[in-house]
């Protein structure tokens, strides 16, 4: 099993920055994707950046580009999401996700962004 806690979210006006983080605990030794996703009332999540494990890689979705960086630091089982030039269609709660090698899916609690003036 693998837990994940995420923090940062909060509210910001548009233009504005915001970095959330997520910590992972417990069995951590085969994790093959980081990943943001992000979900708004009666609509799917919707997958923001990955980062894979391996080598770094890194995706991102259309509507993010050159706005949203994810990173990670190793040492301590974290992955970040960098938000610059938030846009009010932003606002969502955003999700941490890990996958495993063996294809199992973990998720965070969720943390809420709002972009609003």
């Known amino acids: 099993q693998v837990q994940l806690t995420e923090a940062g979210g909060g509210v910001v006006q548009p233009g504005g920055s915001l970095r959330l983080s997520c910590v992972a605990s417990g069995r951590l030794f085969d994790m093959y994707t980081m990943s943001w996703y992000r979900q708004v009332p009666s609509k799917g999540r919707e997958l923001v950046a990955t980062?894979?494990?391996?080598?770094?890689?890194?995706n991102y979705a259309d509507s993010v580009k050159g706005r949203f960086t994810i990173s990670r630091d190793s040492a301590k089982n974290m992955v970040f999401l960098q938000m610059n030039s938030l846009k009010p269609e932003d606002t969502a709660v955003y999700y941490c996700?890990?996958?495993?090698?063996?294809?199992?899916?973990?998720w965070g609690q969720g943390t809420q962004v709002t972009v609003s003036s």
């Open positions: 996700n890990v996958v495993s090698y063996g294809s199992r899916q973990y």
């Open positions: 980062m894979w494990i391996p080598n770094d890689n890194t």
